[in-house]
């Protein structure tokens, strides 16, 4: 069984069919590149992958739960923003903390409070600041912790919006985009420690490009989409030697 399910996932915006029949089964620690021109509707595919957004029709499924049945802090899965989306007011250590934190925030753990205190509160803390290090560790922003956002580079907030993604050991990460607002000489460099770190976790990872160059070289398949509908998925030799329909050739063959 496929880790991951999209099936036949179609979504209408008012009047607007936007996407019109998807389906694609990830396996387990697969990396899968989504590309196609502006507006064909990839963020939108994979905002309801995260179930941030419901299907008009289909389903999603993720180890063979729907993820849309699932409450947000139980989804086995992280997504980065392209935009970062990190919270200005909260250092880096709490931006990287707020998954760890998300069922108490939206108070879905209620334990018995006693003395003032929950029970192991402590203990709690000390575990999340521990994951919190580690995950910034990993990406080399341990010594940023208590930054805001605000004073941090485009790179440097970029780490943090992985951080995030890291910081609960997902299943599953979709990535939107997530290097389109770095130079190109981070982009590079960034896109082999996204590489590395698929490779160190072994988690399936959807990753949003417009970017032909990193598709090509991260992904072990790439999905070619236009218009709302996947038109191929295959390993990249295959996409770009073998394409099976036109307009894949004429997408894959622009110059972007
Ligand atoms: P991509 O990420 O491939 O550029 P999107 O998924 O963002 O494409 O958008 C696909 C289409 O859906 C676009 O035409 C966009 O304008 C439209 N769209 C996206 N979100 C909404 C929304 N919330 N309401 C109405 N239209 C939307
Ligand atoms: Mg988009």
């Known amino acids: 069984m496929a880790q991951l399910s999209i099936t036949s996932i179609t979504k209408r915006f008012g009047e607007t069919p936007v996407l019109k029949g998807v389906s694609l089964d990830v396996a387990n620690g697969e990396f899968v590149s989504l590309v196609g021109p502006s507006g064909c509707g990839k963020s939108t595919l994979l905002r309801i992958i995260a179930g941030l957004e419901a299907p008009t029709t289909g389903s999603v499924t993720l180890g063979g739960v729907d993820v849309t049945a699932t409450r947000a802090a139980d989804r086995n899965l992280s997504m ?51 994951q919190v290090s580690r995950a910034a560790e990993m990406l080399e922003i341990g010594a940023l912790l208590d930054r805001k956002p605000g004073q941090l580079s485009g790179g440097q907030r970029q780490r943090v919006a992985l951080g995030r993604a890291l910081v609960r ?28 770190l ?10 949003v490009t417009h970017d032909q160059v990193e598709a090509m070289t991260m992904s072990d398949r ?5 218009g709302g509908e996947i038109l191929q998925c295959a390993a990249p030799d295959i996409i770009y030697e073998d394409p099976d329909d036109i307009r894949v050739a004429e997408f894959i063959g622009s110059p972007k």
């Open 80 to 130: 980065v923003f392209q935009s970062y989306a990190l919270y200005p007011h909260l250092s880096v250590g709490e931006n990287i903390a707020v998954p760890l934190r998300m069922r108490e925030l939206t108070g879905l753990q209620r334990l018995p409070v006693v003395g003032g205190l929950m029970p192991g509160a402590k203990a709690r803390r000390q575990r999340i600041a521990s």
């Open 169 to 196: 050991n997902p299943a599953a990460f979709l990535l939107d985009e997530p290097l389109s607002n770095l130079d190109a000489k981070l982009r590079v460099q960034t896109r082999a420690e996204i590489a590395e």
């Open 198 to 207: 698929h490779r160190t976790l072994g988690a399936t990872f959807i990753y």
């Open 222 to 226: 790439i999905a070619v989409m236009m």
